[in-house]
T-cell receptor, first 114, second 112 residues
Framework: AQSVTQLGSHVSVSEGALVLLRCNYS??????LFWYVQYPNQGLQLLLK??????LVKGINGFEAEFKKSETSFHLTKPSAHMSDAAEYFC????????????FGSGTRLSIRP | GAGVSQSPSNKVTEKGKDVELRCDPI?????LYWYRQSLGQGLEFLIY????????KSGLPSDRFSAERTGGSVSTLTIQRTQQEDSAVYLC??????????FGPGTRLTVT
């Protein structure tokens, strides 16, 4: 079975500062990994995904994440935070199987200080 | 193109009443998921439909919760004898592959 752990339920950074949201996963087979963002009062939107190939993946709004198998991590980063980045971020994992489903982490709320 | 739609967007019901929440997935998507998101909490998986396979109901919290998917398209989540702890946002998502889920805007359920 797969699982996801997001470290830190709330992260606060200053505008222009580096954003780092941590995600560790557990999977007995090669995983597919995702980051979703949820803006206030909206549904979830895919930020980026890792399936195979290049371990550094780039997503929308300047975010990127690196798959590190040795560390079982998929941390989300953005070099310079913007006020509009304030949202809830969810890491998720799945594996290739016709019966599989995507498992979400508990989420990290990102706040941006002016 | 049309995304995932859910109705109603808001539902207020009295404790003990039954409610039905509807999800219209993206046309052609074979997989459909229901999640529950309580205030300030993460996503709690409820049920997963994939094509004609038997649904994965492992996340349903009690036998008061049930869901069906008719014709491989529209899905209805039914909560019987609602309780105050059922108050949450219920999210539906659909996908054509394991690589991405498309989420609807959710139904906010309030049980008074």
């Amino acid at each position: 079975a797969q699982s996801v752990t997001q470290l830190g339920s709330h992260v606060s950074v200053s505008e222009g500062a580096l954003v780092l949201l941590r995600c560790n996963y557990s999977s007995s087979v090669p995983p597919y990994l995702f980051w979703y963002v949820q803006y206030p009062n909206q549904g979830l939107q895919l930020l980026l995904k890792y399936t195979t190939g290049a371990t550094l993946v780039k997503g929308i709004n300047g975010f990127e994440a690196e798959f590190k198998k040795s560390e079982t991590s998929f941390h989300l980063t953005k070099p310079s935070a913007h006020m509009s980045d304030a949202a809830e971020y969810f890491c998720a994992v799945s594996v290739y199987s016709s019966a599989s489903k995507i498992i979400f982490g508990s989420g990290t709320r990102l706040s941006i200080r002016p | 193109g049309a995304g995932v739609s859910q109705s109603p967007s808001n539902k207020v019901t009295e404790k003990g009443k039954d409610v039905e929440l509807r999800c219209d997935p993206i046309s052609g998507h074979t997989a459909l998921y229901w999640y529950r998101q309580s205030l300030g909490q993460g996503l709690e998986f409820l049920i997963y439909f994939q094509g004609n396979s038997a649904p994965d109901k492992s996340g349903l919290p009690s036998d008061r919760f049930s869901a069906e998917r008719t014709g491989g398209s529209v899905s209805t989540l039914t909560i019987q004898r609602t309780q105050q702890e059922d108050s949450a946002v219920y999210l539906c998502a659909s996908s054509s592959t394991l690589f991405e889920q498309y989420f609807g805007p959710g139904t906010r359920l309030t049980v008074t």
